[in-house]
């Protein structure tokens, strides 16, 4: 079973965001059935390594696009992405040491990181971006 389920709601009206989205969710979704099916650390860490380098890939991608085209809100979005980074690579770290384990708490956090960044804060640049002819 999937934590999250991809809802037309999530979309950016950005198509290669949208896809970068899907990507996160499916790769969450991949540690969530790792976790909760009790498999091996060494693969949930897998996973959990693929999920932060592609969130970083992600985030530097839309940064980059609020760079291109002056977006306002360029700042403060950044902040939000900066603090998630902060915090999962504390946790990576916290996770290799074997000082924190992989379960599912930490997945419900994700997932309502994520969902909730996509909603409000990256909404917030769908018309702006739109209005720059990024589709
Ligand atoms: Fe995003
Ligand atoms: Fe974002």
Redesign the pocket.
Known sequence: MSLIKWDTNYS?KIKI?DN??QNLVALINQLYDGVSQGKGSESAGKTLDELINYTRT??AY?EQLFRIHGYPEYLAHKAEHDALTEKVLDFQSQFRAGKATLALPLLSFLKDWLTN??QGT?KRYSNFLNTKGVF
Do not use: G, L, P, T
Request: glycine content about 0%.
């Open positions: 950016v965001i970068q989205h992600h985030f839309e960044h996509i990256d």
